[in-house]
């Protein structure tokens, strides 16, 4: 301990934070970016980690929103997990509000499918009893 009271501490884990309880948490990469080249009303992003199962359904459902002119995605190469979507909107409607609104919408898709499955399934269990696997 030094002379004034002030003492060493230990430095945190690479990569690492602390909450407001002093608790650490690991930081995890960005895995969406805005590629260059992009404005207001046409963009482009590059999602690292994700493939073709992320890129149709939300090309699907950026497709629906009246205000877009342009939606499609790629996956640059088969052995790199990243996937490309462009999107390009008619008059001043900004990208960026219609890839939230885009991801919004299938996270609520999404949301409404696990409760309708997870009711059929504990129905099912219900009425066929001797069917249900067991652990």
């Known amino acids: 301990?030094?002379?004034?009271?002030?003492?060493?501490?230990?430095?945190?884990?690479?990569?690492?934070?602390?909450?407001?309880?002093?608790a650490e948490f690991v930081r995890e990469k960005q895995?969406?970016?805005?590629?260059?080249?992009s404005t207001d009303t046409a963009a482009s992003f590059a999602f690292d980690h994700e493939d073709h199962t992320l890129g149709n359904a939300l090309r699907y459902m950026i497709m629906k929103n009246p205000d877009?002119?342009?939606?499609?995605?790629?996956?640059?190469?088969?052995?790199?997990?990243?996937m490309n979507l462009?999107?390009?909107?008619?008059?001043?409607?900004?990208v960026f509000e219609v890839l939230r609104k885009g991801l919004s919408d299938l996270s609520d898709?999404?949301?409404?499918?696990?409760?309708?499955?997870?009711?059929?399934?504990?129905?099912?269990?219900?009425?066929?009893p001797d069917r249900v696997a067991r652990r």
């Open 68 to 82: 877009v002119e342009f939606c499609g995605y790629s996956i640059p190469h088969p052995s790199e997990a990243i």
């Open 109 to 128: 898709l999404c949301d409404v499918v696990e409760d309708k499955f997870t009711t059929a399934r504990d129905d099912f269990n219900a009425t066929h």
């Open 31 to 37: 895995r969406l970016r805005l590629l260059p080249g």
């Open 86 to 94: 462009r999107i390009q909107t008619w008059d001043d409607v900004s």
């Open 1 to 22: 301990m030094a002379e004034d009271g002030d003492r060493e501490m230990p430095d945190a884990s690479a990569g690492a934070d602390a909450n407001a309880n002093g």
